[in-house]
Nanobody, 124 residues
Framework: QLQLVESGGGLVQPGGSLRLSCAAS????????IGWFRQAPGKEREGVSC????????NYADSVKGRFTISRHNAKNTVYLQMNSLKPEDTAIYYC?????????????????WGQGTQVTVSS
């Protein structure tokens, strides 16, 4: 069974950092582009960052550029999202998703497999 599991969320003060992990089971991530998305209460799910299957291409939403870094460790079948300088507006449920192709994109419709999400709350 193909499964993605996010972890690493939690409560952090503004300016703090968190590292989210997206671990795959039942399939290898080597041939999948991976995206991170988030959904805040009352808002639509939005793309945050994505990485190509090779790891050579990454993309970020303007709101997180310079603060978030996506990376992948294919040998561990895991993708990471390092989040620094967190702001209250980063508060949301964060989801990872897998696109069975090499292209990194922030378009939700391109992703076939989704995790259950991990809550990130930025508050003092």
């Amino acid at each position: 069974q193909l499964q993605l599991v996010e972890s690493g969320g939690g409560l952090v003060q503004p300016g703090g950092s968190l590292r989210l992990s997206c671990a795959a089971s039942g399939f290898t991530l080597d041939y999948y582009a991976i995206g991170w998305f988030r959904q805040a209460p009352g808002k639509e799910r939005e793309g945050v960052s994505c990485i190509s299957s090779s790891g050579g291409i990454t993309n970020y939403a303007d709101s997180v550029k310079g603060r978030f870094t996506i990376s992948r460790h294919n040998a561990k079948n895991t993708v990471y999202l390092q989040m620094n300088s967190l702001k209250p507006e980063d508060t949301a449920i964060y989801y990872c998703a897998a696109n069975p192709g090499p292209i990194a994109t922030l378009k939700r419709r391109e992703y076939d497999y989704w995790g259950q999400g991990t809550q990130v709350t930025v508050s003092s």
